[in-house]
């Protein structure tokens, strides 16, 4: 048992970071974070700060040093310190392999492919070739879905690519081709995992895209799928945790083709957007779980207490500088209105500033709500 | 509204500050703590840190004048302090004026005689007059209830009074003597208040003390009483935090007789153990609605999500030192439990190391878990 004593390191700082801090502190752990920027999120509620990269090998050396174990709140960190540190004997979750295995897309999808879970075929590309070369020697046909291999978040990094046009527009870097999928619609699970092999997952959560940002709006728990469907996203998620043999969390994000199949999109190794609501909505929360799981304990329930949908509060359109939000008290006088507020100090067009979860006794009050939240909150400066 | 951009300074850094400090994290709100502990359980999760008395009148004066506004999680504070910042224009909550009427025991059950609330018979002693001659000179009769006026806190200074004998082991303090009523149960109710005289409050919980250690063991949410109980309890709170006029929480402690009345026993004008369990068994908690009173937001629901038990984590018996949590695994594989450590490094008897909610579908169930958990749950050294 490592509740007590453990110095537990996280590599970033951003919300996700911040709200591991929170879960921690319901257990008294010490947490340490490494993050550049020292005005990050969770600077303010973890016990030990230290500024630097988390991309850079011999600072992640340094700090994983300074601790007994490490988890991360971001995949796009240097996995050959990660893998040293494991090597002198530190605690790593997830392992510094499976970092390896999905902070590239295209690594990603080979081992989809490699162990049959469903996925949309693809071709990959290096870094070094032509992405119109690449294009027309494999005969690829428009409209297909563009990703960057590395790097990619928050709705960067990905292209639905219609024309030549679109092409042109994309920057020449490893990447991946991906057959565009007519969607029925976009779900997400997250499986989570102790050293004892212990898993549970939570129910699937259903996401709505803005389309014009390609970023995640807003996403409902339940989501309005068959039993069956989740069950087998249920059961794809836990092979996945295994396959990639993690502790702690890992989202899984599916799509549902309009022909009733569903196949795995992206994994990510941490807690997640998909995840927020169950702070209030679940038993346990995604990130005392991820604590749970990395810290070898048993697992918390995942049990939805009521449903819920979250919204993403994202900077303004226009307004770039200071953030501040307007409409906060209007929001706060509706029941079962939780806000978040991440604690950035800038706000731009579309960063991710904060999320709202608002809980009903029916998905269509909670719906209802997100709606009049969305129209009355806004991050402005 | 004053959401952002306030500094807002708390006297007081206890579990009360650091649980507080935990729910304006979900807003990004600026906290600054006073507290003479450098090490007290809400260092590493407030903004800034002071390290001072709160009883000192010149010590508060300056933190309140680095900050906007002031709360408390205390009544135990130089009031003079407060009462010079707030004519100096600070926003200060509770007011100064409704700590010097609560912090004395005396005088809190002077108000209660004086504006018609129900309260249990008692004489006041001043710190002069001997203890022994002030019984005799009044004909009181044994047993009684002896209270401190001032400086009690979780069990300390109250005392059942049977014998001569125990008369002689009390201090020569100022006190109030009460008559010894014989209770059929005790129960608490929380009420927020917001500057715009809005009221709301909590449904009624059920308190069981601990007889050795008068300290408040587990408490029960709802509480096993009529709603025209309940309902008398909630008028008298909310006439209760307008007498005083209070903005943010005041929790109420009541009697209920053998005889069936309600008899108000005493007041905190702040979070109060009485209402942890609204954490995860409330719309909304106590912690952030006192947020919300003091900074005159519409207030949260009170409603209740779920049956819930309150198990405080005190020390155990024979243990003085550095604390060590056992039983932490055992605990954490029951669904429902949820465990808060409030990071104090030592622990002696008695001593508030946490608390334990567990929540189920029916009251008994709820208790049946807490009864597993104080068994398995314990804190050494």
């Known amino acids: 048992m490592r509740l007590k004593k453990m110095k537990i390191g996280i590599l970033g700082g951003g919300q996700l970071g911040k709200m591991l801090c929170l879960a921690a502190a319901d257990w008294d752990l010490e947490i340490h974070i490494l993050d550049p920027d020292p005005k990050c999120a969770a600077r303010n509620y973890c016990t030990h700060f230290t500024e630097g990269s988390f991309k850079d090998y011999g600072t992640v050396v340094d700090f994983g040093r300074s601790v007994d174990m490490l988890t991360i709140e971001i995949e796009h960190v240097d996995e050959d310190a990660l893998m040293a540190l494991k090597q002198e004997g530190k605690i790593v979750h997830p392992s510094p392999e499976s970092i390896f295995l999905i902070k590239d897309k295209g690594i990603q999808k080979i081992l989809y492919k490699e162990n049959g879970f469903p996925s949309s075929p693809f071709k990959y590309k290096e870094g070094d070739e032509r992405l119109e070369t690449f294009v027309m020697k494999n005969k690829i046909n428009f409209p297909f879905v563009w990703k960057a291999s590395r790097g990619g978040y928050d709705g960067k990094g990905v292209a639905l690519v219609k024309t030549i046009e679109d092409l042109k527009q994309l ?24 050293e004892k092999d212990e898993v ?97 304990t048993p697992l918390g329930s995942t049990k939805t207490r009521m449903p819920s949908v979250l919204l993403n509060l994202v900077g303004e359109e226009g307004y770039e500088g200071n953030a501040l939000y307007v409409g906060m008290e209007n929001a706060l006088s509706i029941e079962g209105v939780h806000i978040h507020l991440y604690g950035k100090n800038t706000t731009k067009p579309w960063r991710k500033m904060g999320h709202v979860t608002t809980t009903a006794d029916t998905i269509e009050d909670a719906m209802e709500k997100a709606m009049q939240v969305k129209s009355l909150l806004k991050v402005v400066c």
Chains 1, 2 share one sequence.
Do not use: W
């Open 171 to 194: 920057p020449n870097v490893a990447c991946i081709v991906e057959d565009f999928v007519d969607i029925e619609k976009e779900i997400a699970i997250i499986a989570v995992r102790n």
């Open 200 to 296: 549970v997952t939570y129910p699937a959560v259903e996401m709505l895209f803005d389309q014009k940002a390609n970023l995640l709006d807003l996403q409902s728990c339940p989501a309005d799928i068959s039993h069956e469907i989740e069950n087998q996203a249920k059961d794809l998620a836990i092979k996945l945790i295994r396959t990639y043999n993690i502790c702690g969390l890992l989202a899984v994000e599916f799509f549902l083709t309009k022909q009733g199949t569903i196949l795995v999109n992206e994994v990510a190794p941490r807690p997640h957007n998909s995840g927020h609501h169950t702070i209030e909505a679940s038993e346990t929360s995604q990130f005392q779980n991820h604590l749970r799981g990395i810290l070898n």
